[in-house]
């Protein structure tokens, strides 16, 4: 039970960082730069402490990969800004649908009624998305707004299937060394992408993304270790619920950052859609 609270708090705090840097007027693109400095060290240090084995496919999926990972961690932090803590975080929970999706066009994989159930929520969740930010003052950037919401559950949902393929195809001995290719990749893109646009680094954003990339890699390896716990029948409603709630409240109680009703609305059919996606 304890490894699926800390996943909860490590997930939640990753959004909850992401708003303060948003507050700060912190440069997302130098948050991330420290984010995957400090993923990069850990999944090294943890890939040296196994027996890990290497491959030139595995570099090259993982280099890919972390291209995809810096443009869903961008989207997920313009989202948190532009859209609000808890409607960017509902969507990046809802990115289990994805998975799901490809599963069934790929592996031929039949969908239960109750996961034909979670895609018509997960729907609704999007219509009550749209309605949200048409309230919001400023309207007129609703669709741009919308359009990003949608980009996040895609990327962060594309992001999990391209790790179920990985898993189906390369060994176990393997994928130490594949998360540390992913994490420095991703550092090396947004490094080279600060150059180049000659992005001035400030020394306070950047050390606060530093300290993002613990909870940012903790979460994950937190999740791994509540699964060998517990059935994914229990860990996946429970942790993606967890974090959603705790979010929303945390954004309000720090920020007083508040989600009108159909921000509500959204909210809850978000929740329904991850319980009957995740059984």
Known sequence: MHFLIL??????????????????RGNPIVLIVGNYLTASVIALILMLLKETSFSVETLIFGAILGLLFVASFFAFAKAVSNAGTALATISSRLSVIIPIVFSIIIFDEHPSALKLTGFLFTVITFVFFYFSLLEQNNSSGSKGKY?????????????????????????ETEEAFFVFTIFLFAFLYSTIF??????????KTFFTGVGLGVPNVF???????????????????????????????????????GINKAGIAALLSGIFAIVFLSI
């Not at 996040?152 to 999990?160: A, E, K, P, Q, T």
């Open 7 to 24: 996943t909860i708090l490590c997930s939640t705090s990753i959004a909850l960082i992401l708003k303060h840097n948003d507050t700060k």
């Open 219 to 257: 979460s994950t390896i937190f999740l791994l270790a509540a699964l060998s716990q517990q059935p994914a029948i229990i860990v996946y409603p429970t942790i993606n619920i967890g974090i959603i709630i705790l979010t929303a409240v945390g954004a309000y109680v720090l920020w007083r950052e």
């Open 147 to 171: 359009l990003l919401l949608l980009f996040v559950l895609i990327s962060i949902g594309l992001n999990d299937f391209s790790m179920k393929i990985y898993k189906s195809v390369k060994p």
């Open 194 to 203: 600060i150059v180049i646009k000659k992005i001035k680094i400030h020394k």
